[in-house]
């Protein structure tokens, strides 16, 4: 899909009662999760909370895990379950992050103008021939995770969900990867940031991030990658199923500049370390005990550290 334009959306399988809740959508005409696009001053959770009061009439919390970093000028936001890509042509591209939501307050209220009906389904009902077969699978996902299991750690509670959205601000998707190989994972010294980070940049507007993660891979290490990551299976015309990010951290780069990075762990698979000079002056590989330097932030010790875990875990298994 080079050359296409891409525009992100984040959606919500909202669970209540072991029900989860589909609107049925005057445009498509299939049942559809609550969601819409990411507006260039919002980040995904931003949109779905909002997304689901102007939907729904309800407040969310969104159920799921995120890292306990903290740093100045970095949020950590909860990563998605999915990330699916559609291609409706004639349109752009949407590249759409999927949570699972519980609701937390307001009042079910229909927005007559975008939908025809809203219905809960429990799973029973979302077998029928009239539910796309990725809202099936993931609407018994999301009903499994909250209603049929100990409740996990919930992220993002209605106070948090859009309090801090400040209009005017420019946040741009960018994708990162934490390379891992032999133990190590690889860190380029940043010429301006001056500062040891993982590879990665600004998502282009007719790439997805994983597009995007290749690319950089490639211009700044010279290494051809592979992510690793669970995806679920579909098999959907028109549906493409893309590795979910591990985390998504919201970085303050500036003044009125936020990134909204979507970070992935990775490990080569092809080509040969290449320094981008005009961009770093250094670049090295670090194992567990080298990331406790004090030279390295937190959050990269940490996600650096997880890479490692998981990669070597896997190569081990």
Not at 152 to 159: E, F, G, K, L, T
Not at 270 to 290: C, K, T, Y
Request: glycine letters at 8%; proline letters at 7%.
């Amino acid at each position: 899909m080079a050359g296409v334009k891409k525009r992100f959306t984040s959606s919500g399988y909202l669970v209540r009662g072991a029900k989860v809740l589909l609107v049925n959508h005057r445009r498509f005409q299939l049942w559809l999760p609550i969601g819409g696009h990411i507006e260039p001053d919002e980040d995904p959770v931003e949109t779905l909370c909002r997304e689901a009061r102007e939907e729904t009439g309800f407040q969310i919390e969104i159920v799921a895990e995120r890292p306990g970093i903290q740093r100045f000028g970095t949020n950590v936001q909860p990563a998605p379950v999915a990330m699916l890509m559609y291609d409706i042509r004639p349109g752009p591209v949407l590249i759409d992050l999927v949570y699972f939501v519980r609701p937390v307050g307001g009042t079910q209220r229909l927005a007559a103008s975008e939908h025809r009906a809203m219905r809960w389904f429990d799973r029973e009902a979302l077998r029928h021939p009239s539910i796309p077969d990725n809202v099936r699978l993931l609407g018994t996902q999301a009903i499994d995770l909250i209603a049929h299991s100990p409740p996990p750690p919930s992220v993002q509670s209605a106070h948090e969900c859009g309090s801090q959205r400040v209009a005017g601000v420019d946040k741009h998707f960018t994708s990162t990867g934490f390379l891992v190989r032999d133990g190590k994972v690889l860190l380029v010294n940043h010429r301006k940031l001056r500062m040891w980070l993982p590879f990665g940049g600004h998502i282009e507007p007719n790439e997805d991030p994983v597009e995007a993660l290749h690319r950089e891979a490639r211009e700044e290490t010279g290494f051809e990658i592979e992510i690793v990551a669970e995806r679920p299976e579909i098999d959907q015309r028109g549906v493409h199923v893309l590795p979910a990010p591990e985390t998504i951290l919201l970085e303050d780069i500036e003044p009125g500049h936020i990134h909204i990075d979507l970070i992935y762990f990775v490990r080569p698979v092809g080509g040969a370390q290449r320094l981008a000079s005009n961009e770093h002056s250094e670049m090295r590989w670090f194992d567990r005990e080298a990331l406790n330097d004090e030279v390295i932030t937190a959050d990269v010790r940490l996600l650096g550290t997880q890479a490692i875990d998981r990669i070597e875990g896997r190569n081990g298994a």
